[in-house]
């Protein structure tokens, strides 16, 4: 059974940091991609950052230069640095996975609010 174990998520004072830790459990494989969106109440899922195989990163311009998206392979763990964080960074953080066009998986989300 896949499980995606999502953990990390609280709150934080704006300028804070929270690290995401994001681990895959039941696969046999190495997802092509991992990645985290967020959903903000009365928003649309978006993407934040993702990250292949090979390492490349991708990352939504509202959090250039603050978060950082990294993977274990060995662990098929992805995490997410999240530095310098804002109120409208106050959202549900899924972890998501994928291999190929036949496979991909959520986790089930944490909350990370941003707020004095």
């Known amino acids: 059974q896949v499980q995606l174990v999502e953990s990390g998520g609280g709150l934080v004072q704006p300028g804070g940091s929270l690290r995401l830790s994001c681990s895959a459990s039941?696969?046999?494989?190495?997802?092509?991609?991992m990645a985290w969106y967020r959903q903000a109440p009365g928003k649309q899922r978006e993407l934040v950052a993702n990250i292949n195989s090979g390492g490349s990163t991708n990352y939504a311009d509202s959090v250039k230069g603050r978060f950082t998206i990294s993977r274990d392979n060995g662990e098929n763990t992805v995490y997410l640095q999240m530095n310098s964080l804002k109120p409208e960074d106050t959202a549900v953080y899924y972890c998501y996975i994928t291999r190929g066009s036949n496979f991909n998986f959520w986790g089930q989300g944490t909350q990370v609010t941003v707020a004095s």
């Open positions: 039941g696969i046999s494989f190495r997802p092509d991609v």
